[in-house]
Every structure is written in structure tokens, then in C-alpha cells.
């Protein structure tokens, strides 16, 4: 996700002026990446041996349950600031057109260059802090191994 919707931004900018071209080449893409997906991704063995266990409904309903507060506050707050954080992500990506051509005051065209620069750098941005933090939390011991 931190190289993909950088490189996404990038190439639909490209197309801000054709935008069917763009639909286009995004699903041949993700068609293509299916594919790769399924050539690279390791096989599991057949389940046709294993035992066999009956489900009701209500083994599925609780497979859906969250866990509880009390025992898994590093997962709940885990799970709230990364919400917070692809949210803001997303708002800055999805309005970003928006406000280069209305606060930036650019044509169409100058933003697609604008926002295809400005994808790059987050992608650069994003990479370079996962790798730096990584090794900092693990020296502090802060994140949660499960």
C-alpha cells in the first residue's frame, strides 16, 4: 500500500485528461497482478483428509466477536491509530485535486504534474520512515509481538 497508491496517483494523473484510457489501464493492471498473485503465492495442502467438524451459526457469529478492552488495549490502540491515520491519508489523496486547483490555482493539467510529484515524494517519505522505525521500535521494545 505505501508504493501502491503513490504509483496509482502517479499514473492516473497521467490520465487526468482521458479519463476512460485510465479506467482502462487500471484494470488491465489489477487483472494482471491477480494473475501474479496467484503464480507467487504458496499453495496449501488439501483440507480433503482433515477432519471434519460440523459449524452452526452461532460458531460463526462468534468468530466475528471483538476482543475485550481489558485484555487488549496495545490492540485497540493499534486499531485506532492506524484508522486515524489512513483516513487523514485518504482525505489528503482524494481532495488533493481539489485543493491544487482551487487554493493552488492551477489548471488541470499543472495539478496532474503537481500530484504525480507529490505522489512520489510521499512514496519516498512513507518507505524511508517504515524503515527507520522498524528497527527504532524494536529497540525501545514497543511493539507488540503476537
Not at 489523496?93 to 481539489?98: A, G, N, P, R
Not at 499543472?110 to 522505525?133: D, F, H, K, R, Y
Amino acid at each position: 500500500m505505501v508504493a501502491g497508491q503513490p504509483i496509482g496517483t502517479m499514473i492516473g494523473s497521467r490520465m487526468i485528461n482521458n479519463a476512460q484510457a485510465g479506467f482502462i489501464i487500471g484494470a488491465v493492471i489489477m487483472l494482471a497482478f491477480g494473475f501474479v498473485a496467484l503464480a507467487i503465492w504458496p499453495r496449501e495442502e488439501s483440507s480433503k483428509d482433515m477432519e471434519r467438524t460440523k459449524m452452526t451459526l452461532k460458531d460463526l457469529a462468534v468468530s466475528f466477536h471483538f476482543p475485550k478492552f481489558s485484555t487488549s488495549r496495545d490492540f485497540y490502540k493499534a486499531f485506532g491509530c492506524r484508522v486515524c491515520m489512513l483516513l487523514s491519508y485518504q482525505m489528503i489523496s482524494v481532495y488533493q485535486l481539489y485543493i491544487v486547483e482551487d487554493y493552488v490555482h492551477q489548471t488541470k493539467t499543472e495539478a496532474a504534474g503537481t500530484i504525480a510529484t507529490m505522489s512520489i515524494i510521499t512514496m519516498v517519505v512513507s518507505l524511508s520512515a517504515s524503515l527507520i522505525s522498524g528497527p527504532i521500535s524494536d529497540k525501545m521494545h514497543t511493539r507488540a509481538r503476537y
